[in-house]
């Protein structure tokens, strides 16, 4: 009888355990979405850094040592590649590719010459854009401009983001979940 409520109890707590939704940090979907250029969401660490070192640019992987996940819950780490003299549009500026689990959730853009690079990007979308302004580009890709505050410069700055949404969500469900 003892074997018997042990065996359920095991049964159960597998079952309970077992079946609590993980965030994935292994999938990926079968069509990535284009960011800026040719970079696409969810290509990993290693993959980006190939992009840059064939195209010559000199980066700078700025790590966050964050939650590296337990038996519970999934993990939670966010890098990014920094990248100074980016070219863009045909304007220069600061490109950061944020990654969510080893995986590109994120560009974004500070041009040097923001009015210059706004009007470009506006007149090539057919949209007007200006701060705090968003547009979908694709079913997955959010474009975004705004102003961020960054801390290795004490300063805020204006830039241009485009978010793959997918990833957005699902670093705030783990956010939700696990905060």
């Given amino acids: 009888m003892a074997l018997n409520r042990y065996v359920l109890l095991c049964v159960v707590s597998l079952m309970f355990f077992g079946c609590q939704e993980n965030i994935s940090v292994i999938e990926t979907p079968d069509q990535r979405t284009v960011l800026i250029d040719e970079i696409e969401s969810y290509s990993t660490i290693e993959e980006i ?25 999934a993990p939670f780490i966010i890098n990014t590649i920094h990248i100074e003299g980016y070219m863009n549009r045909g304007i220069t500026g600061t490109l950061d590719v944020s990654f969510f689990n080893d995986r590109v959730i994120e560009t974004t853009f500070y041009p040097s010459d923001f009015e210059n690079y706004l009007k470009v990007l506006s007149k090539e979308l057919d949209k007007e854009l200006n701060i705090d302004s968003s547009v979908m580009l694709s079913p997955n890709t959010e474009l975004w401009v705004g102003v961020r505050y960054l801390s290795r410069e004490g300063a805020e700055k204006k830039c241009v983001s485009w978010i793959d949404i997918r990833l957005d969500d699902e670093m705030g469900q783990w956010i939700k979940k696990n905060a």
């Fill in 49 to 73: 850094k190939e992009y840059f070192g064939k195209r010559s640019y000199k980066y700078e992987l700025l790590a966050n040592d964050s939650f590296r996940g337990d038996e519970y819950r």
